[in-house]
Nanobody, 122 residues
C-alpha cells in the first residue's frame, strides 16, 4: 500500500502562487500526478511526472503556469502553481501508479491522497 498526504492548499488572489506538496509513504511509488476536481465535474489531470522526473505532462489549461517536480530522496511530489486564475479553483489530488511512465487518466492511477482545496479569488 501507498499513503499519500497533500498539503499547501489555501486561498490566494488571482495572479498569485501556491506550492502543493504530496508526501508518499509505504511501497515505492513510480509515476505520479496531480489531478483536480470541482463539484459536478469529472476529475481531470493537471500534470504528471515519470518515476525519475525524466518526462512530464501538463494539461493545456496549466501549461506554462504550473510546474510538477519530485524529490525521490524525500518521497515528495510538488506542484508549483503560478499566475493562478479563478478557474483553477478546485480540490487538488495527488496520485501514484504502479508503472514508471506518465499517464493522463484517473483510472490509470492506483493510489490517491485525500485532496487539498485551492481557492483563487478574483
Amino acid at each position: 500500500q501507498v499513503q499519500l498526504v497533500e498539503s499547501g492548499g489555501g486561498l490566494v488572489q488571482a495572479g498569485g502562487s501556491l506550492r502543493l506538496s504530496c508526501a508518499a509513504s509505504g511501497r515505492t511509488v513510480h509515476a505520479m500526478g496531480w489531478f483536480r476536481q470541482t463539484p459536478g465535474k469529472e476529475r481531470e489531470i493537471v500534470a504528471a511526472i515519470s518515476w525519475n522526473g525524466g518526462s512530464d505532462y501538463y494539461s493545456d489549461s496549466v501549461k506554462g503556469r504550473f510546474t510538477i517536480s519530485r524529490d525521490n530522496a524525500k518521497n515528495t511530489l510538488y506542484l508549483q502553481m503560478n499566475s493562478l486564475k479563478p478557474e483553477d479553483t478546485a480540490v487538488y489530488y495527488c496520485a501514484s501508479r504502479r508503472w514508471i511512465n506518465v499517464a493522463g487518466s484517473p483510472s490509470e492511477y492506483d493510489y490517491w491522497g485525500q485532496g487539498t482545496q485551492v481557492t483563487v479569488s478574483s
